[in-house]
Structure formats: C-alpha cells, structure tokens
C-alpha cells in the first residue's frame, strides 16, 4: 500500500471508528444512565465480581489471533479456517471448564448468586469465539466502518433489551443479558460483513505457524486483564457488594470515556504501523500520537472535572462515592491511549515478546502496590494504580525506541503541549466555576470554559495538529454539502 493510499485509509478508519465510538458510548451513556437509576448498587457489584472471569475467558478463546493475522502478511482462507474452529473449541472448552468451577467462585466471595448469573453470563464467550476469524478479517482489511455498523447495531439492540428486562423487575439479570445479547448480536454482524465462511477442511498448521506470536500476547492479554480487573477481585473478597457496586460504576464510565477515544484510534494503529515503511516509521508514530493526546488529554480531564455533577445528574446521587474515584481513574484514561499506541507499536514490530514481558512487569507491580496499600483503602489503590500504570509508559518507550527510534524528546514534544494545555484550561475552569450553585449550571460552565480555553490555547500556540484537524472537518462538511 502506498503511503498516500496509507494515509487516506487511516483517516477514513479514524473518521468512522471516532463516529462509531462516539455514537455507541452516547448509547452506552442514556442505557447506563435508566439502568444505573432502575437497578442497586449491589447489583452491579455482582456482575463487577465476574468481570474477571468472563475477561480472561475471551482473552484465551481469542487466543492474540487477530494481531497475529493482521502482522501476516499473505493470509489465505486456511488461516482463518484454522483460526475459526480453534476459537470455537477453546470456547467450548472454557466455557464447561467455568461452569463447574463457579461452585467454587461462590464460595470464594460468599456469594451464592453468582453460580446461576455466572453460567448465563460466559455463554457470551462461546458467541464470541464464533466472530474470532470475521473479526480479524474486518480489522485486517481495515473495514472500520463495517465494524462500527456491527457493534452500534449491537449496542442498539442490547440496550433495549435490558431496559425491558430491568423494568420488568429482574434486577443485575439485566445488565447479564445485556453483555450477551452484545456479544450475539455484534457475532452476527461481523458474519454478514466478511466474506469468510468456514468449512470442515480443518488444519491446525497454521495456528502452529502464529503459535509463536499469538501464546505471548495471550499471555501479554491475560496479564493486562488482571491488571485491568484485579480491583473487582480483592474488593469482592474482603469488601461488602455495595463497595464493589461504586468502583464498578465508576470504572464503567471512565472506561467509556477512555474507550470512546481509544478505540476509534486502536482499530487503525497497529494495521498502519505494520503497513508503514521502516523510514517513515518515527514520523507516522509521532503524528498518531499527537492525535492521539490532542483528543485523549482534554476529554478525559474535564470528565474528571465534571466527575461529581456527572454522577448526581445522571445516575442519581446514590452513587456519590463513585465520583471521587472516578476522578482518579480519569487520570490514568487521559494516558491510556499513548499506552495503547506503544502496545500496538511493539505488535506491529512482531515484538509480543516484549510486550509480554512489559505487561507482566506492571502486573507484579500493581499487585505488589496493592497488597502494600490495601489498608489503606480503595482511594489510596486506586491513586497508586494510575501511577504505576503512567510510569510503565516509559518501560513501553524504551523498547519502542529500538523499533522507531523516538527518543524522550520525541515523546515530551509530543505530550507536554496538549497535557499543559489541558490542564490549565481545567484547573481555570474549576476556580472559575466554583461559587457556582446550580449543579446543571455549573457543570455546563466547567465543561464549556475547559474545552473553550483548551482550544484557544491550542491556536494561540498555533498547533499543527488542531489546524489539521480543522481543514480535515471542514473537508469533510463540504463533500457532505456536495
């Protein structure tokens, strides 16, 4: 691919990923909001108590095939055969393997509930281990835009159904139903988008050709789910369902945030990165971060600014708790782009190795944070788990730096102008905003003057990426009119 036909697919990938992101996480947004209203506390602390499980299930029946397809570069129908019928039976595998186990999960958390919810909720994984193979077709293709029809499609469809079923009375069932009927939905999709059809010419040659790159990012995977997740966890265990019932909700929506951003760049970083020529290789990774960071640092900065008026306003003020470590969390979502833009580097370079090896550092360093911190509470791990998850940017940067060759320079000069710009416009837009009374006022107010003087900043700085971004909309608008 030429690196003008590079440049015009990605930027039709970040259009309609950022369009599809945007759109699900505002459905996300009004369905989580009525469900947050319908349904208690405790139980969305009982579907944070799985979350784990369900995780990591996905994470070994996807098994890293996708990114290992994606990085090969002639694939032919057998490869996603093989790919197919494995996923599907490690699917099967897993999901018999958990259903046994969740006896046990129970009595782990003294839950009793969680055995019937537990053995609905993982039929998601097999539905997923279906769409393995169509969805690595759609992301090596780069059919963004497919992939958005299928998941809003799906989110859509999901949503609903768990309102009728939160209103009909069946509490935490409804956010169970709605992770499966997702899961179902966006499988059909991506089976009426791609092409593939499997057939029973089953070989496993080409999985043990992708063996090699696939088992260290499954384990890279798993590791990072534990670090995602492991909160739920220990909290679930030696903490009450209400206090996991808060940290999920605020999780829940910080990860919407972070994922409205991440996702819309991720579906097009690690095909680029892997199609770009060695001697544009630092050039394009400095413009996708910088894009990256002009959208990521502003957002999620001023849904930590907003954090407690968002909570009041939308899902009642019975879920107060949740704003203060939603702030904190934010924190780490501003970062958690450029984390992504790193892994996906490591990828693109066949460099799972590494990337295990760097996933599994932050791991053993966040459990060690959190076992040394637990009793100290849950705002006190929430706040060393953002910091140990920034500082381990610059274990990713330094291998990195072997693959492209960006230097600290490179990755200061292309942070520190939109994270100085960020944080002024919101630190001025709290002072301003805080003699404020009326909650819907003042948080129209934080929101309007944070985003206003990021802008402005922006252009007496005469940023390069914001007028790009600019004549890229203005484009877009007048083909629109045409």
Same mark, same amino acid.
């Given at each position: 691919?030429?690196?003008?036909?590079?440049?015009?697919?990605?930027?039709?990938?970040?259009?309609?990923?950022?369009?599809?992101?945007?759109?699900?996480?505002?459905?996300?947004?009004?369905?989580?909001?009525?469900?947050?209203?319908?349904?208690?506390?405790?139980?969305?602390?009982?579907?944070?108590?799985?979350?784990?499980?369900s995780a990591l299930a996905n994470a070994v029946q996807e098994g890293g095939f996708r990114s290992a397809l994606t990085n090969k570069k002639n694939v032919k129908n057998e490869d996603y055969n093989s790919v197919f019928w494995t996923s599907f039976l490690l699917g099967i595998i897993l999901y018999v393997i958990l259903?046994?186990?969740?006896?046990?999960?129970?009595?782990?958390?003294?839950?009793?509930?969680?055995?019937?919810?537990?053995?609905?909720?993982?039929?998601?994984?097999?539905?997923?281990?279906?769409?393995?193979?169509?969805?690595?077709?759609?992301?090596?293709?780069?059919?963004?835009?497919?992939?958005?029809?299928?998941?809003?499609?799906?989110?859509?469809?999901?949503?609903?159904?768990?309102?009728?079923?939160?209103?009909?009375g069946y509490a935490y069932w409804a956010i169970a139903t709605m992770n499966v009927v997702y899961v179902f939905v966006t499988t059909v999709m991506f089976w009426i988008y791609s092409p593939l059809r499997p057939n029973f010419k089953i070989s496993f040659k080409p999985i043990k050709e992708m063996l090699p790159f696939?088992?260290?990012?499954?384990?890279?995977?798993?590791?990072?789910?534990?670090?995602?997740?492991?909160?739920?966890?220990?909290?679930?265990?030696?903490?009450?369902?209400?206090?996991?019932?808060? =940290?999920?909700?605020?999780?829940?929506?910080?990860?919407?945030?972070?994922?409205?951003?991440?996702?819309?760049?991720?579906?097009?970083?690690?095909?680029?990165?892997?199609?770009?020529?060695?001697?544009?290789?630092?050039?394009?990774?400095?413009?996708?971060?910088?894009?990256?960071?002009?959208?990521?640092?502003?957002?999620?900065?001023?849904?930590?600014?907003?954090?407690?008026?968002?909570?009041?306003?939308?899902?009642?003020?019975?879920?107060?708790?949740?704003?203060?470590?939603?702030?904190?969390?934010?924190?780490?979502?501003?970062?958690?782009?450029?984390?992504?833009?790193?892994?996906?580097?490591?990828?693109?370079?066949?460099?799972?190795?590494?990337?295990?090896?760097?996933?599994?550092?932050?791991?053993?360093?966040?459990?060690?944070?959190?076992?040394?911190?637990?009793? =100290?509470?849950?705002?006190?791990?929430?706040?060393?788990?953002?910091?140990?998850?920034?500082?381990?940017?610059?274990?990713?940067?330094?291998?990195?730096?072997?693959?492209?060759?960006?230097?600290?320079?490179?990755?200061?000069?292309?942070?520190?102008?939109?994270?100085?710009?960020?944080?002024?416009?919101?630190?001025?837009?709290?002072?301003?905003? =805080?003699?404020?009374?009326?909650?819907?006022?003042?948080?129209?107010?934080?929101?309007?003057?944070?985003?206003?003087? =990021?802008?402005?900043?922006?252009?007496?700085?005469?940023?390069?990426?914001?007028?790009?971004?600019?004549?890229?909309?203005?484009?877009?608008?007048?083909?629109?009119?045409?």
């Open positions: 691919m030429s690196e003008e036909n590079l440049k015009t697919t990605a930027a039709k990938g970040l259009f309609w990923g950022g369009v599809s992101n945007v759109t699900q996480q505002m459905l996300n947004l009004c369905f989580g909001i009525f469900l947050a209203r319908i349904l208690s506390v405790s139980d969305y602390g009982l579907i944070g108590m799985l979350t784990i499980f259903f046994f186990s969740l006896p046990k999960i129970a009595e782990f958390f003294r839950t009793q509930e969680l055995i019937p919810l537990g053995r609905f909720m993982f039929l998601s994984f097999v539905f997923s281990s279906l769409g393995t193979a169509h969805n690595a077709y759609l992301f090596k293709n780069l059919m963004v835009k497919e992939m958005s029809k299928a998941t809003l499609t799906a989110s859509l469809i999901s949503g609903i159904t768990a309102l009728i079923i939160a209103f009909s696939s088992s260290k990012l499954l384990i890279t995977i798993i590791f990072q789910i534990l670090n995602d997740n492991f909160f739920s966890v220990l909290l679930g265990r030696f903490f009450s369902k209400i206090e996991v019932g808060f =940290y999920t909700q605020a999780y829940k929506w910080t990860n919407t945030g972070t994922q409205t951003i991440s996702l819309a760049i991720e579906n097009v970083m690690q095909p680029v990165l892997s199609k770009t020529e060695k001697n544009s290789l630092l050039k394009v990774f400095n413009k996708l971060m910088q894009t990256t960071v002009f959208v990521s640092f502003p957002s999620m900065l001023i849904l930590a600014l907003i954090a407690p008026e968002f909570i009041e306003i939308t899902i009642s003020n019975k879920w107060a708790e949740s704003a203060t470590i939603m702030k904190i969390l934010c924190v780490w979502g501003a970062f958690y782009p450029v984390g992504k833009l790193y892994q996906k580097q490591l990828l693109s370079g066949s460099k799972s190795g590494t990337l295990m090896f760097c996933v599994i550092t932050n791991c053993l360093l966040q459990i060690s944070t959190v076992v040394f911190t637990f009793k =100290y509470g849950i705002l006190m791990m929430a706040t060393f788990y953002v910091v140990v998850n920034i500082l381990c940017i610059f274990l990713l940067h330094y291998f990195v730096r072997r693959i492209n060759g960006v230097s600290l320079k490179n990755l200061f000069f292309n942070i520190l102008p939109f994270l100085s710009a960020a944080v002024l416009a919101v630190l001025t837009a709290g002072i301003l905003s =805080y003699p404020i009374s009326n909650i819907y006022f003042r948080a129209i107010t934080k929101i309007l003057i944070s985003g206003g003087l =990021y802008l402005l900043i922006l252009k007496l700085a005469k940023s390069e990426t914001l007028s790009q971004s600019l004549d890229f909309l203005k484009d877009f608008l007048q083909k629109k009119k045409k």
